[in-house]
């Protein structure tokens, strides 16, 4: 997994980047999938 985070000034110039590339941990993965999952049970519970 990539994360690019771009520096802006005032004006919007992009002043520098910063690139980060990180594995992600199987657990994270769960934990992640999760959380969606919760999250999709909450608003399907909230839609009917």
């Known amino acids: 997994m990539k994360t690019v985070i ?5 004006q919007g110039n992009i002043i520098g980047t910063i690139r ?5 941990e199987p657990i994270e993965v769960l934990r ?4 969606a ?6 608003v399907l519970l ?3």
Do not use: A, I, V
């Open 37 to 42: 999952l919760s999250l999709l049970g909450l």
């Open 6 to 10: 771009r520096l802006r000034d005032d």
């Open 46 to 48: 909230w839609l009917m």
């Open 20 to 24: 980060e590339e990180k594995q992600l």
């Open 32 to 35: 992640n999938f999760c959380l």
